[in-house]
């Protein structure tokens, strides 16, 4: 069977796209491959091979599981069932950090970039691997934070693929806590970026998702209670708590929400820190994505 007839036989039956890059995986070839050489025959275990990887994905498994990887912000994330795909509006959580850490007026004597609900790690990895000025400076401390001991494992893996497994502390927790113990003060001195990618569907959101993400990404990455919110909640509960019992020169945070989301978390965030006023920033479809807050 050639790959032109393989397309041919399964195009009515899968996006074209993925049928390409299942074709070039099977192959171990690339998408440019496939377009270039229809007439290729493909063996025996190669079409074994196509067969078990497009069975998946009709029954709805997301193309980045079959794969075991997915590429976010220019680099390469090895993904399974206990992490959540990266998407591509997280990235503006990327660009926002590395935004807000150019400002900062160098060197700073302690400076620490915590990812709460790290996953994957591609955000903390992208960061520590993308921002040039911090590399080499032993005051910046990275810390990538998951209640799940099976994502850490894999963020580890990512971590050390991408070269910066020396840089990032991976530790296990519910949100801030862990940070908290392993944090070096240098009372004044310190500043913290805080960056949160937690669950924040609400009950309707997530139950009208689509059938790759309800019965295949892990719902604990996705679902949260309290119209989405109690993650969030929590978090900044907990860096009250944290902030009542010292003092830093400054804190700031970044979190990825749902665009419905804006109002009630600008609520709930003036409710706990009274003086804060928060700031959100649109996506590239021009939707409400990342709040940020600055506490000084």
């Known amino acids: 069977?050639?790959?032109?007839?393989?397309?041919?036989?399964?195009?009515?039956?899968?996006?074209?796209?993925?049928?390409?890059?299942?074709?070039?995986?099977?192959?171990?070839?690339?998408?440019?491959?496939?377009?270039?050489?229809?007439?290729?025959?493909?063996?025996?275990?190669?079409?074994?091979?196509?067969?078990f990887q497009i069975n998946r994905r009709l029954k709805g498994e997301p193309i980045a599981y079959i794969l075991g990887h997915k590429e976010f912000y220019g680099l390469d994330f090895i993904v399974n069932k206990h992490t959540l795909v990266p998407r591509p509006e997280t990235e503006l959580l990327v660009e926002l950090v590395l935004n807000e850490i150019s400002n900062f007026q160098f060197p700073i004597?302690?400076?620490?970039?915590?990812?709460?609900?790290?996953?994957?790690?591609n955000i903390i990895i992208s960061?520590?691997?993308?921002?040039?000025?911090?590399?080499?400076?032993?005051?910046?401390?990275?810390?990538?934070?998951?209640?799940?001991?099976?994502?850490?494992?894999?963020?580890?893996?990512?971590?050390a693929a991408n070269g910066v497994d020396k840089k990032i502390k991976f530790l296990h927790g519910s949100l801030l806590e862990p940070f908290i113990g392993n944090w070096k003060l240098e009372i004044g001195n310190s500043t913290i970026v805080i960056v949160a990618n937690l669950p924040y569907l609400s009950k309707e959101i997530y139950s009208s998702a689509p059938i790759d993400v309800k019965k295949f990404e892990p719902k604990s990455a996705l679902y949260s209670p309290e119209a989405g919110l109690q993650h969030y909640r929590k978090l900044l509960e907990q860096l009250q708590d944290f902030l009542a019992n010292c003092q830093l020169s400054h804190v700031t945070c970044f979190l990825e929400i749902s665009p419905e989301q804006?109002?009630?978390?600008?609520?709930?965030?003036?409710?706990?820190?009274?003086?804060?006023?928060?700031?959100?920033?649109?996506?590239?479809a021009g939707k409400w994505r990342v709040c940020k807050i600055e506490i000084k």
């Open 127 to 159: 960061i520590a691997n993308l921002d040039s000025r911090l590399r080499g400076n032993d005051k910046v401390e990275y810390f990538g934070i998951d209640i799940s001991k099976e994502a850490l494992t894999i963020a580890k893996k990512n971590a």
């Open 1 to 51: 069977m050639t790959i032109s007839e393989i397309i041919q036989k399964y195009t009515n039956k899968l996006d074209y796209l993925d049928l390409e890059i299942l074709i070039a995986n099977s192959l171990g070839k690339t998408r440019e491959f496939v377009l270039t050489y229809p007439e290729y025959k493909l063996t025996k275990f190669q079409i074994s091979n196509f067969k």
């Open 262 to 284: 804006k109002q009630p978390l600008a609520k709930l965030i003036k409710s706990i820190f009274p003086k804060t006023k928060p700031e959100f920033k649109k996506d590239l």
């Open 109 to 121: 004597s302690n400076l620490g970039i915590v990812d709460i609900g790290t996953g994957s790690g």
